[in-house]
Structures are given as structure tokens and as C-alpha cells.
């Protein structure tokens, strides 16, 4: 069997397996039962992201290691978890570096006040995550809302299925499909990057020691540019704290510029260079570069609404957290 027919089949599956719990999503979800939700939701984030506006990119990123492990269920939130461990997703490796969790809370705590346990931490997470990158200037996309929380976080999980910067394209291929999303999907994803920090040890192995190897280069890395990475940023193999822009020069805009990078040979990870390695990709990246900046966030847009679906919980599963860190 080819690789499409298989992905194919992944993806009727997937499909299949989602279809009732995403007709249960639904725009204004909250008209009734909060009709002030996103309106408070929005006010929030107008008052406070300017303060901070790099949390923009932060909350994209939670909402994106969210719905890859058990769905979008705001199980990327939890302190303890219904299974009783406390070795929770937010724990994990992919997971570390992630902040904002207070903003989050003080979203959930203005809503509890409005309208208590209505409206869920999985919802807060996906609302906050589009309308901070509005404030700040990129793509808006729609975000039906429903969703309900989940009791259950585990580490492993997190490690697992969240696709690592040092993930090569058929490992990123098998996860994005595992939750129904394609290859022109990861591409529009990794978008995002455009306004994203990472840490050094994240991809320093690049510089230092690839492929395991005392002072070998990642032959994939424009050597200039690793140069200036090494002179300038990460100065020592060892660098735990620095930050490095993923879009040099353009970070504070949502634009093209990190494609553009990628055929420069300029992705900073691993994951970001692997998307020039196959034809497939490469096709998505030159004809988003080849078009204009409105269809760019049109077709991001896409691709976040059908990311915000993943397996979600609607009805009468999981429960609406009354705080978000914690199982009611």
C-alpha cells in the first residue's frame, strides 16, 4: 500500500472516530448559558497581552500541545491529574518552557464570576490562543466552542505525541496524522514559528554535536547563520537559558519571512529544516511564498480551526473545571 492510500485510510478513520463530538461544537456555544464569554475573553487579552505581547506566540503553542495529547481538552493545564500522578503533561519535556498559565487563570477567574462553571479551561485555551494573536496582529480564524475538560494528564503522553524540534519529516508526518491533520497542515502550522522564542537546548545540537558527534555541524544549517548563532546567542554548548528569535528580524510580525528562512536554510530546528526535504512540503511553502499575505492567513486559519477539533470532549464527557489547574 502507498503512503497516501495509507494516510488516507488514517485520515477516514480519523474522521470517522471525531465526527460526532465535532458537530457538537458550535459558534457562540455560550449565547445562552455565558453571553458575555468571548467578550470577556477578548476584553482580557485587549487590556493585558500588550504588556507582554510575546505571550502571544506562547499561548498558540499551548493550544497546539494541547489538542495533540487527548484532544483539546485543557489537559496541558493540570496541576494533579484523576489518575493519580503528578507527573502531569505540563511536567513533560515539550512542556517546560511553556508560561502564561496565570493569564489563563485570570481569564477563568473573571468567567467563574460571571458565570460559574460554565464555560471550560479547553474553550479558554482555544479562545485565548486566537485572540491574542489578533491583538497582536496576525490571522483571526474561527473557534466554535463546546468543549469540555479533561481529568486525565500524563507526562509520557505529552513526550510521546508532541512532535520534538529535532523530529525528521516522517516522524512529524506519523503524529500529525495519528490526530488527522495532513502535510500542508504541519506546513501552515509551523507558521507560527514566525513569531516564536526557543531555547538554546533546543536546538544546539545542531551547532556542537550532531548526530552525537564532538563538534559536528548540521550540514542542513546555513553555516553563516549557525555562525552568527554560535558568535551571538549560544555562545557555549551548554547554554540553558538564552532566547533565540525563530524568525530573525520578523518576530513581532505574523508574515511569510519564516518560510522564507526555510529555503535560506535558516529554520532553526530540526523540524522547521525538515520541511524542505520532501516535494510534497516544498510545493505548500513556494506557493504560500508565491501568494499574498491574506491567503496565507486564510489558509493558517484553516489549519488552526480543524487543529481546535482534535478529539474534543463535548456533552457529558470530562467535566467543566472550576479551577484550571486542578480536577474539580
Known amino acids: 500500500m502507498g503512503l497516501l492510500g495509507l494516510f488516507g485510510i488514517l485520515m477516514f478513520g ?8 465535532e458537530a457538537q461544537l458550535q459558534m457562540g456555544f455560550y449565547s445562552q448559558s455565558c453571553p458575555k464569554a468571548e467578550q470577556i475573553v477578548a476584553t482580557f487579552v485587549n487590556q493585558h497581552i500588550h504588556n507582554a505581547p510575546s505571550l502571544a506566540a506562547t499561548f498558540i503553542r499551548m493550544h497546539f500541545h494541547d489538542c495533540f495529547v487527548r484532544g483539546c481538552d485543557a489537559s ?5 491529574s484523576s489518575s493519580g500522578t503528578n507527573q502531569t503533561e505540563k511536567t513533560a519535556i515539550p512542556n517546560l518552557t511553556l508560561r502564561g498559565f496565570s493569564f489563563i487563570d485570570g481569564v477563568k477567574s473573571l468567567l467563574e464570576a460571571a458565570c460559574p462553571g460554565v464555560v ?43 512532535p520534538a524540534p529535532t523530529s525528521n519529516l516522517s516522524t512529524l508526518q506519523t ?26 537546548p533546543s536546538f544546539s545540537s545542531r551547532l556542537y554535536n550532531f548526530s552525537g558527534i564532538v563538534g559536528n555541524q548540521d550540514p542542513a544549517l546555513d553555516s553563516e547563520y549557525a555562525a552568527e548563532l ?22 513581532k510580525t505574523f508574515d511569510l519571512n519564516y518560510y522564507s528562512n526555510l529555503l535560506k536554510r535558516r529554520g532553526l ?5 525538515a520541511l524542505t526535504t520532501s516535494s510534497s512540503t516544498l510545493s505548500v511553502i513556494n506557493q504560500l511564498l508565491s501568494g499574498s499575505i491574506e491567503n496565507f492567513f486564510a489558509e493558517f486559519a484553516t489549519s488552526m480551526e480543524k487543529m481546535g477539533q482534535i478529539n474534543v470532549k463535548t456533552g457529558t464527557s470530562g467535566e467543566i473545571r472550576k479551577q ?4 474539580n
Open 14 to 21: 480519523f474522521l470517522g472516530f471525531m465526527g460526532s463530538s
Open 76 to 80: 496541558v493545564l493540570l496541576n494533579t
Open 120 to 162: 471550560s479551561c479547553a474553550d479558554v485555551i482555544a479562545l485565548v490562543a486566537r485572540d491574542t494573536i489578533v491583538a497582536t496582529g496576525g490571522p483571526t480564524w474561527k473557534v466554535p466552542t463546546g468543549r469540555r475538560d479533561g481529568t486525565v494528564s500524563i507526562a509520557s503522553e505529552a513526550l510521546n505525541n508532541i
Open 175 to 200: 503524529l500529525f496524522a495519528n490526530v488527522g491533520l495532513d502535510l500542508k497542515d504541519l506546513v501552515l502550522l509551523s507558521g507560527a514559528h514566525t513569531i516564536g522564542i526557543a531555547h538554546c
Open 230 to 251: 554560535k558568535a551571538r546567542k549560544c555562545t557555549t554548548p551548554n547554554d540553558n537559558t538564552t532566547i533565540v528569535e525563530m524568525d530573525p528580524g520578523s518576530r
Open 269 to 273: 530546528f530540526q523540524s522547521d529544516s
Open 324 to 327: 484550571c489547574a486542578f480536577v
